[in-house]
């Protein structure tokens, strides 16, 4: 399962056919490159991408079975964080550290990575402070940006929110229909392959490339390789793909 130099091949580990945990790796000439690195959080009586519904007493925070890269290390070149939300951040530091025991056994600062913030220096919004709306966190997100802007603000950094701004600050990493549509326009690429969510966004999300012209759409789910050159096309299910679970101050394996 090695890509050759004429291969350019997208394989999802994670969050294909899902909400949360992005995972996907990119492969040509031999290596791979690693885009996203998430969690999820997740909702009992949601569906994950294998099918299986999520359950009551599962480990609160979970990402992808990264296995198929970790058996492979050494191809791996890289991994590109599109934006740091925690769907697409929050793994990374688990990944690293994989099997290795936490020195910090507070689960919620796991996942929310440094940032550099220096006096003087602008820190335009907060959108790594958002977590998965589904979650806890969510609900405290308006006082927990409140206090850390206040915070920061006494330490001399300058906060920019969209309110204060005269310019408009785009913080989301994932854009809206219209969005889509005009990238869809500008790209017009020979092939879409919608990710990032469950099967009906990802219906609705190639159903809507179709309308803006792209000739061809290929739809599948984590495990899933799609040969997006020289010829598009799809192999099934080439890699078992799962989920861990952090658990006891360590990530244990939960399908
Ligand atoms: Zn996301």
């Known amino acids: ?16 056919g899902e909400i949360g945990m992005n995972l996907n790796l990119y492969g040509h000439d031999g290596r791979w490159l690693m885009v996203d690195c998430g969690v999820t959080f997740p909702k009992p009586g949601r569906l994950a991408a294998d099918g299986s519904m999520h359950h ?21 070149c890289g991994l590109v964080i599109t934006h ?17 025991r936490a020195d910090d056994p507070h689960a919620g600062r796991q996942y929310f990575p440094q940032r550099r913030l220096e006096a003087g220096r602008p820190a335009a919004d907060w959108p790594w402070l958002i977590p998965n709306r589904h979650s806890r966190i ?23 929110t969209a309110e204060q701004s005269d310019l408009p600050i785009h913080a989301s990493g994932h854009p809206a229909q219209e969005e889509l549509e005009a990238m869809y326009r500008w790209v017009q690429p020979a092939v879409a392959i919608p990710v990032h969510g469950e099967e009906e966004h990802m219906a609705v999300h190639a159903r809507l490339a179709k309308q803006t012209g792209v000739p061809k759409t290929l739809v599948g789910r984590n495990g899933d390789l799609f040969m997006i050159r020289p010829v598009p096309g799809m192999r099934r299910q080439i890699t078992e793909t799962g989920r861990l679970g952090w658990f006891k101050e360590a990530l244990v394996r939960v399908v």
């Open 56 to 76: 009551h007493g599962e480990p609160p925070v979970q990402m992808a079975d990264p296995a198929f890269i970790a058996d492979r290390r050494e191809t791996l």
């Open 138 to 160: 969510w609900r405290l997100r308006a006082e927990l940006i409140a206090a850390l802007i206040g915070q920061l603000q006494g330490m001399g950094v300058k906060v920019i």
């Open 1 to 16: 399962m090695t890509p050759d130099s004429n291969d350019l091949w997208f394989l999802p580990l994670g969050g294909t």
């Open 84 to 100: 740091a939300h925690e769907d697409h951040v929050g793994g990374a530091d688990p990944f690293h550290t994989r099997s290795q």
